[in-house]
């Protein structure tokens, strides 16, 4: 059974979420529909998708989505066996990333874009823990198309869970020990689904 406290602030458009060893802050239309909608086509159309791999058992494996990493010079990013050499910020990147970094209370070097094209791509457990982000970092996640179920469980209790649905032009901020103690997924559904752009925003330090 999950044990979070869950929050309004005076600004109903805000969720806090108060988990055990983490906090999370949700903003369901950070983001008009419509501005939403020119992200979303101005991603998709410009951004230089690919469909990376990892070695798993000896073997390469597709990930079941699209992926791109941009940023600063030098924000090189490694993960899964790999390590990602930043694209240059597009003009429309630039501008979400000036957005959020105000409420969000951090600045960020890099983002990681994921496409997932429909209900079958997915992104399976994980924590943003890697050592080039740092002690709590924050990590600002924004979504632009379909809304796709996000869950967290603790590492050390999967019976500990919390769960949202993350809507188009949302914002959501993962900050305190979070990535430390909880994991994070996207699940695949058979539920025919149009296709959801995230942004995971971040500081990459060396």
């Known amino acids: 059974m999950s044990q979070q406290l869950s929050v309004f602030s005076g600004d109903a458009s805000r969720h806090e979420v108060i988990l055990q060893d983490g906090a999370l802050a949700y903003y369901p239309q950070f983001f008009t529909g419509a501005v939403a909608d020119g992200y979303f086509r101005d991603l998709q ?110 590492k050390q209790n999967h019976q500990l869970k919390y769960e949202l649905e993350l809507a188009h032009g949302s914002l959501l901020i993962m900050k305190g020990t979070l990535q430390h103690y909880w994991q994070h997924q996207v699940p695949r559904t058979a539920k025919p689904l149009a296709s959801r752009i995230n942004l995971t925003f971040r500081m990459i330090k060396h």
Do not use: C
Request: aromatic share 12%; proline share 6%; net charge positive.
């Open 45 to 154: 159309a410009n951004i230089p998708w690919k469909q990376e791999s990892m070695n798993m058992y000896g073997k390469e494996v597709l990930f079941p989505r699209l992926m791109a990493w941009h940023g600063d010079a030098g924000s090189a990013y490694a993960f899964s066996g790999k390590t990602y050499v930043p694209n240059p910020w597009t003009a429309a990147l630039l501008a979400i990333k000036q957005q959020i970094e105000p409420v969000a209370g951090a600045a960020f070097n890099s983002v990681l874009l994921n496409l997932y094209r429909n209900g079958r791509d997915a992104m399976g457990w994980h924590a943003d823990d890697e050592p080039e982000l740092g002690r709590n970092p924050v990590i600002a996640s924004v979504n632009f198309g379909a809304s796709r179920r996000f869950m967290l469980r603790y």
